[in-house]
């Protein structure tokens, strides 16, 4: 809690509408946290876990905002645009082209995810940081993984095939990872066109308010929905959806394990 109070990132400079965040990371969750957190109070569970995570949404989404630049202002015919295009699964043209119909699609999918909503999920998947495959595998979204190389669940479900949960080198890439994952998966093309149709009426794009089309996302269906929004509205994090990086130099936290 001392850096968070060396860089003004307090309770205090919250209430008083300071938005800055810190750019801070981190290389994983020590095993000791589980039991950490399980004698803390919860008020205090809650603050480290969002001041922690809330740097890698916000730096994840500064990533994805200078790539949405390119897709933007780039020829067509630039490297750097089929990169992009490649890397949101977006297919050329029959002549292996970038069309304008095509930088149209990626604009669709080269966009922000609100930090309320990324931070809402990060807690319920991971359980506030304490499930074994956010300690093994920086795994803090459950996304899966049919490669054969992700963490087997104890209770796999058979009929679902040969399945685990993808693991990440760092708490960042988690994040990366499932910004890219609600970017360009199929199951979540009505975030996509939300946000788009919010992004186009100059209307904020929120948490509370994407979080209605992730009826796909868990099996509980509208109750998961019901419960990231209860989230949201309870820990107030739709003031982090106005939050902004500082320019201070990456700081990156050595953990214990």
Same mark, same amino acid.
């Given at each position: 809690?001392?850096?968070?109070? $060396?860089?003004?990132?307090?309770?205090?400079?919250?209430?008083?509408?300071?938005?800055? &965040?810190?750019?801070?990371?981190?290389?994983? &969750?020590?095993? =000791?946290? *589980? @039991?950490?957190?399980?004698?803390? +109070? &919860?008020?205090?569970?809650?603050?480290?876990?969002?001041?922690?995570? /809330?740097?890698?949404?916000?730096?994840?989404?500064?990533?994805?905002?200078?790539?949405?630049?390119? &897709?933007?202002?780039? +020829?067509?015919?630039?490297? @750097?645009?089929?990169?992009? /295009?490649?890397?949101?699964?977006?297919?050329?043209? =029959?002549?292996?082209?970038?069309?304008?119909?095509?930088?149209?699609?990626?604009?669709? *999918?080269?966009?922000?995810?609100? +930090?309320?909503?990324?931070?809402?999920?990060?807690?319920?998947?991971?359980?506030?940081?304490?499930?074994?495959?956010?300690?093994?595998?920086?795994?803090?979204?459950?996304?899966?993984?049919?490669?054969?190389?992700?963490?087997?669940? =104890?209770? @796999?479900? =058979?009929?679902?095939?040969?399945?685990?949960?993808?693991?990440?080198?760092?708490?960042?890439?988690?994040?990366?990872?499932?910004?890219?994952?609600?970017?360009?998966?199929?199951?979540?093309?009505?975030?996509?066109?939300?946000? /788009?149709?919010?992004?186009? /009426?100059? *209307?904020?794009?929120?948490?509370?308010?994407?979080?209605?089309?992730?009826?796909?996302?868990?099996?509980?269906? $509208?109750?998961?929905?019901?419960?990231? $929004?209860?989230?949201?509205?309870?820990?107030?994090?739709?003031?982090?959806?106005?939050?902004?990086?500082?320019?201070?130099?990456?700081?990156?936290?050595?953990?214990?394990?």
């Amino acid at each position: 809690m001392n850096l968070f109070e $060396q860089h003004g990132y307090t309770n205090e400079a919250w209430q008083n509408g300071h938005r800055e &965040v810190p750019r801070i990371t981190f290389d994983g &969750v020590s095993e =000791k946290w *589980k @039991q950490t957190s399980n004698h803390i +109070p &919860v008020k205090l569970k809650k603050k480290v876990f969002f001041r922690l995570m /809330a740097p890698l949404v916000l730096m994840s989404n500064e990533n994805i905002l200078k790539e949405r630049v390119i &897709v933007k202002t780039a +020829p067509l015919t630039s490297p @750097q645009l089929k990169l992009i /295009a490649d890397k949101y699964r977006i297919s050329t043209d =029959k002549t292996g082209q970038i069309n304008e119909k095509i930088r149209q699609e990626l604009l669709k *999918k080269v966009d922000i995810m609100p +930090p309320s909503l990324a931070l809402a999920q990060a807690a319920e998947e991971s359980g506030w940081a304490t499930s074994r495959f956010t300690e093994e595998g920086n795994a803090f979204f459950g996304q899966w993984d049919f490669s054969g190389k992700g963490m087997v669940p =104890k209770h @796999q479900r =058979k009929e679902l095939g040969n399945y685990g949960l993808a693991r990440f080198d760092s708490p960042l890439a988690s994040v990366e990872g499932y910004m890219l994952n609600i970017n360009t998966t199929f199951a979540y093309a009505k975030l996509r066109t939300m946000r /788009a149709e919010l992004r186009k /009426a100059n *209307k904020p794009i929120t948490g509370l308010a994407l979080a209605n089309t992730l009826d796909k996302y868990s099996e509980r269906g $509208q109750a998961y929905i019901d419960s990231i $929004q209860s989230m949201i509205r309870y820990n107030n994090l739709q003031q982090v959806d106005s939050a902004y990086l500082s320019n201070n130099i990456l700081i990156k936290l050595i953990g214990d394990k």
